[in-house]
């Protein structure tokens, strides 16, 4: 249940950087990934008829990354939206349960913490040695939606970053044939609820460097990210070695999925072949 009130969040952002780096590079590391978000929020227009946001946080780097960017645009006046935190314990072995709701109640962040035991209906149906991602990310999904309804919010709010989003473009690109990834605003199958990437533009190196500068109480997955040789793995080694021989690249690709051009690629849905006539001479 919501243990905390909304007015409280002033103090949680204060309480959250109380003891944040002083340095010059944390700084700048900090507004970069401020205004990666406040773009992407814009871009996107994510803030429309939005009210009250669910924040899925995991417990990884990522999600605290992203409940602390928001925190401060609210504080800021740059947020005008209600948030509420919330983690699905999903009943994985070895999992803290206390680390998360202690953390969320010292710093005053509204929160839920919902538990749901998936990690046996994921390891009850796929044989050893299969991918738990998919069923997983499904299950997770389905969860948080239903808490997003029970919790009166608009928009479901994930933390995939940059580095999540090219990872899927080429994963569908090599395994799926066809050109999808990620988007940074998605409408779910019924129709009732957004779901929202304000990290879209961050590089995940970024979150790492902020995440350990502010010392955030990191719990690791112990179902899919204990397996090895997952696809999305082999996709980031790519991209890893691809920007250390081109540095930049990551970034160029990532603009390249916000400038597509239909009538220079091969989907006569999207644009009409058909049509083209050459003027007669």
Not at 57 to 62: C, T
Not at 63 to 77: D, H, I, M, Q, T
Not at 91 to 119: A, C, M, S, W
Not at 234 to 256: C, I, N, Q, Y
């Amino acid at each position: 249940m919501n243990e905390l009130a909304e007015d409280t969040l002033p103090d949680a952002f204060q309480a959250l950087f109380a003891d944040a780096p002083s340095s010059v590079g944390f700084s700048k590391l900090r507004k970069r990934l401020l205004r990666q978000v406040r773009q992407a929020i814009a871009d996107f227009d994510m803030l429309k008829d939005q009210k009250r946001w669910l924040v899925a946080l995991s417990g990884g780097k990522d999600s605290y990354g992203l409940l602390a960017v928001l925190l401060e645009l609210k504080w800021r006046g740059l947020l005008p939206v209600d948030i509420l935190a919330c983690n699905l314990d999903q009943g994985q072995p070895n999992f803290p349960k206390h680390v998360l709701p202690d953390y969320l109640t010292k710093l005053g962040v509204p929160h839920r913490i919902e538990y749901r035991d998936t990690y046996s209906i994921v390891t009850e149906k796929l044989a050893p040695g299969s991918t738990y991602c998919a069923l997983c990310s499904r299950l997770r999904r389905g969860n948080l939606y239903r808490i997003a309804r029970e919790e009166g919010c608009d928009a479901l709010v994930l933390g995939h970053h940059r580095e999540d989003i090219l990872e899927t473009f080429f994963m569908n690109l090599f395994h799926g044939g066809k050109l999808a990834t990620m988007p940074a605003k998605l409408l779910n199958d019924e129709g009732d609820l957004m779901v929202l990437r304000p990290l879209a533009y961050a590089a995940e190196d970024d979150l790492a460097r902020f995440a350990e500068a502010m010392r955030f109480p990191i719990i690791p997955c112990d179902l899919c990210g204990s397996q090895d040789g997952l696809e999305r793995n082999t996709m980031k080694e790519m991209l890893s070695d691809m920007e250390a021989r081109m540095p930049g690249r990551k970034d160029v690709m990532l603009r390249a999925l916000s400038s597509v051009n239909p009538s220079h690629l091969l989907d006569p849905s999207l644009f009409d072949f058909s049509a083209l006539t050459a003027a007669k001479r």
